[in-house]
């Protein structure tokens, strides 16, 4: 059986996650019995900040750090040898040592231990010079140890004739923490308790994509003491957001769509005057730590289909706020936003809560969806009897959202890349600084329900394939988050 060659972080020093939930007996039980599937790295979205989709793949050749040699030597050496993919499973390689026998192991693409074939830079605190020789006990070891000048080159020149890693994938590597935002950096949060305000937020830490973000005293206007929302705020809990999500808003939101924001007196007076300058088509003011709306990743809405949004069109909804994740609603848009892209939208008979979000978010369906894909509609509590589109649009006198304005359908190709019982990481909608190890339970055309290992079907809710709240496994361990242990009874 192969072996698993632990986990070494990009980042010097950075210690793993006490009690996090490993991957490994169910990546060897998948090797053993073939009766184990991991949603593919290619058929999510794009989790870190660069991406790795198409710099490995099964039959490409890599080098790596010979491990078995560290317990040879006093002081440890860097020591590598060559493998080959001969299978992936999200993050996790199974990477065979050529010219080994049986010499088979796992090992996450972004171990800092797996390099391209021509990576000559030592590996740091080593003693600054790479040596290449198999693993130690392997039978070609013993055999032809007095002739490795002659298989080092005669393996070199076999890879050669192999897709191989290259040095593309040690630039990415190296610029995986980089980013474009920083520490300190303001936003307008979402509230997750009352998505009726947005509240002044700041970035607090950044791992890849995902920031963790908060409420502080300096920016809120009452003493966060008062305030309900615990998890956002300064002085208890942490939440954490994608770059994308739909809990992130630029500076300014509030005031140019006239949305209630929780804030001192001197932002509402700043971005107020962002506004009167984008009203004036002049340059805004902007302070140095402000996120701007040319910061944030979202997709571009072409004018002409722009124009076909109007207030009052009916949708179904995804309710990102709503913490069970499991059920579409019917939906009205209550505002296109001036904020190119955006709307205001509600569930339709449940006091209105309203909710910023952009169109092509993947939380917004077409009239129809729901029924056409066997997902549960929560209907409106106004109507009377089993609800029907048609009769419902009748009576409230309303049209649908044109179906061009919801996010389009992926290729049939990605969405067969989605198996029925495949794992892979999710985040908890309930507590969104929680991954948990998952699996895809059913499949609802961009929608795919997932299960969180060890709790009820209760606990099932739906993701569109693009959500930032999935991830292909070994995410976690990448950015040192705990991947949580699945409930045992």
Request: proline fraction near 6%; aromatic fraction near 12%; glycine fraction near 6%.
């Amino acid at each position: 059986m192969s072996t698993y060659n632990g986990f070494y972080p990009l980042a010097i020093g950075r210690q793993p996650v006490d009690d996090s939930f490993s991957w490994i007996n169910l990546i060897h039980q998948r090797e053993q019995t073939g009766d184990v599937s991991f949603v593919p790295l290619n058929a999510l979205a794009v989790p870190l900040k660069q991406d790795f989709r198409d710099s490995i793949d099964v039959g490409h050749w890599f080098s790596t750090r010979s491990v078995e040699w560290d317990s040879v030597h006093k002081k440890i050496q860097d020591v590598r040898w060559f493998a080959e993919v001969e299978d992936m499973c999200g993050f996790y390689v199974l990477g065979n040592m050529k010219r080994c026998v049986d010499e088979k192991f796992w090992i996450n693409i972004l171990s800092r231990t797996v390099y391209s074939l021509d990576n000559t830079r030592p590996e740091p605190n080593l003693n600054g010079k790479i040596f290449i020789f198999p693993p130690f006990s392997s039978e070609e070891y013993k055999k032809n140890k007095p002739d490795f000048p002659t298989q080092r080159k005669e393996i070199r020149e076999e890879a050669a004739n192999y897709p191989s890693v290259d040095a593309e994938f040690d630039e990415k590597k190296d610029n995986l923490e980089e980013t474009e935002f920083s520490v300190g950096q303001r936003l307008e949060l979402l509230d997750n308790d009352d998505s009726s305000r947005l509240h002044v937020a700041r970035i607090q830490e950044i791992r890849g994509r995902r920031w963790r973000v908060k409420i502080v005293q300096e920016d809120c206007p009452t003493d966060l003491d008062s305030m309900l929302n615990e998890c956002q705020t300064e002085k208890d809990g942490a939440f954490w957001v994608d770059e994308e999500s739909v809990f992130v808003f630029p500076v300014g939101f509030a005031a140019i769509n006239g949305y209630n924001i929780v804030a001192n007196d001197d932002y509402i007076t700043h971005t107020e005057k962002i506004r009167d300058s984008i009203n004036a088509q002049q340059p805004p003011a902007y302070d140095p730590v402000d996120i701007q709306e040319t910061m944030l990743r979202r997709e571009t809405i072409p004018r002409n289909l722009w124009s076909m949004i109007e207030e009052g069109q009916k949708c179904e909804f995804l309710d990102p706020l709503d913490a069970k994740q499991n059920e579409l609603t019917v939906a009205t848009v209550r505002k296109v936003c001036t904020t190119h892209g955006y709307v205001i939208v509600s569930a339709d008979g449940y006091d209105e809560e309203t909710v910023p979000i952009h169109l092509m978010s993947g939380n917004i369906f077409p009239v129809g969806y729901a029924e056409k894909y066997g997902m549960k509609l929560t209907k409106p509590s106004n109507f009377r009897g089993r609800f029907a589109w048609n009769k419902y649009l009748a009576q409230e006198q309303a049209v649908s959202i044109p179906e061009k304005l919801t996010k389009p359908m992926p290729s049939q190709e990605r969405l067969d890349m989605f198996k029925i019982g495949a794992y892979l990481e999710a985040g908890d909608m309930n507590d969104n600084t929680s991954i948990h190890p998952a699996r895809i339970v059913s499949l609802h055309g961009r929608v795919v329900k997932v299960s969180y290992e060890g709790y009820g079907r209760i606990h099932d809710a739906y993701f569109d394939i693009d959500s930032h709240s999935l991830f292909p496994i070994g995410f976690s361990e990448i950015c040192n988050f705990k991947l949580q242990r699945p409930n045992v009874k």
